[in-house]
Structure formats: C-alpha cells, structure tokens
C-alpha cells in the first residue's frame, strides 16, 4: 500500500532537513513525502530541489495568516497514496515510524499515536548535527534519563519503542485502556475517510481548532475509531518556545465547533471541495 506522508511546514527548513534524514533511514519505503509550506518561499523551493533519495512533492501558497488547514488539505489533494499519515515540522520520525502506522492501519479506525519532547539540549543536538536522529533513536533507552530531566514539556517516555509484532506490544500494550485522543502531529487514515469528511475544515480561520479537535469527532461521526499507537509510531519533537496567540478569537472558533456538533456537521462545508483542483 502506497502512503503519502505529510508534513506541515513554515520556514524552519533546518528542522525539515531532520524529518528527511530520518525518511532516508525508514523501514517502509512505499511512500511519498508531500511537504506543505504555509508559505510561499524560494529558499524552501530550493532546499525541496535539492532533497535526494526519496520521492518529494511540494504544495505551497501566499503566506497571508496561519493558513494551515488550508495548507494540509492542498496536500492532500496532490496526494497519491491510498493512507495518508500527518506530521508536524517539527516531529522527526522514527525509522519504523511509517512501517508501525501501516501495521496498525485497520479499515474503521485512524490511528494515533504521541511524540516524546525533547527539551533544548538534545534538540540542539539534532539541529548542530552531532548526532542523527538515528543515532538518537537507536540510543534512546540509556540517554532516557538525561532526555527525560532535559524535557521542559515531559512526556519522554513516549520515545520507547515496541514493535506492533511483539510480545509487548500484543500481549500488554495492543488492549490496555489508553488515552486515544488524537494529535494532529502524529496520526494516520485511509485517505477514503479524508475524503468522506471534505478534509480539514478551513472555516476556523488561524485558530488551532481544526488540527485534531475537530477532525476527531468528525471522523467518529461517520462511525470511525481511534487506535492508539503511543510507543509504536514514534516521533521526537524538538524543544522550541511557545507562544499564546491572543488575536485568534479562540472561543468563538470553540463556539464555531459546538454548533457543528449540535448540527451533526461532520463532513464540513469549507473543505478539499472549495479548491478548484480539487476532483474526488
């Protein structure tokens, strides 16, 4: 089954060059790798020109606002693959990364799964290049003390790795009550479904709202499940500063979201069908 791997991006292409060298090293090598700039810069068209060894697409346009809902679905639209799996810019993967979503993959449910947070030392470490994010995953388990007093945001522990075909993971962690909420930087569908929901809904403007929040009871609305592949489909993320954007009017973009549930609007009205390329 070919996967279209998706990344949302915007101008930081240092930490792109870190999702790439980790594609290079994938266990899975039937995808495609669609970067979607929010965005619209040469500097990222020539870094795209110059990505070798791996099949790369490019969707961009005018940066006028957070547009990154719009964004991901112009990807979505140039996407090929019959499963598609959603990063963040600042999410490198693991090696088995592709390969664990694709063995969970089930028909009737997305699967979503968590990222363990770097904190600036070792993110630092894999933006100067002194070490790969191979490197890193493969030593995970002995630097995790270090890793987990230098992760500001926690949740280090989602770095350790169980294959979907083990013991472990089959016999303690396959059935277990854990949380399956989903997490717009780590999660993956059939694109079939992405389809039957119009795709990502651009009507909440550069709120947040529409990155997980609401593509989850949307998928659920047409019947769809959550699997949770927290310690198999693993991602780092790297350590950077956060900021609360207090010109967003977040409450009525909640409000917004409300409705629609109240309306039963799980397949939304400004979607992949208002752009003009755009053919189901």
Known sequence: MKVSLIVAVYKDIEALDLIVQALKTQTYKNFEFIIAEDNNSQEMKDYVSSIEGIEVKHTFQEDSGIRKMRSLNNAIIASEGDYLVFIDGDCIPYSTFIESHIKLAEDGYIVSG???????????????????????????????????????ERHSEAGFYFSPDGFIYNNFLKNSNRSTNMLGCNYSCFKKDML??????????????GDDTDLQWRFKGLGLKVKSAKNVANIFHLYHERGFRKDIPWEIELEKMKKNRLDNVFVCKQGLDTHGNFVK
């Open 114 to 152: 968590r990222r363990c947070n770097l904190g600036p030392r070792y993110a630092q470490k894999l933006r100067s290049k002194e070490m790969t994010p191979f490197e890193l995953e493969k030593s995970f388990v002995w630097r995790f003390p270090f890793i987990a007093k230098d992760a500001i």
């Open 196 to 209: 039957a929901i119009n795709g990502y809904d651009e009507g909440y403007g550069q709120s947040a709202v």
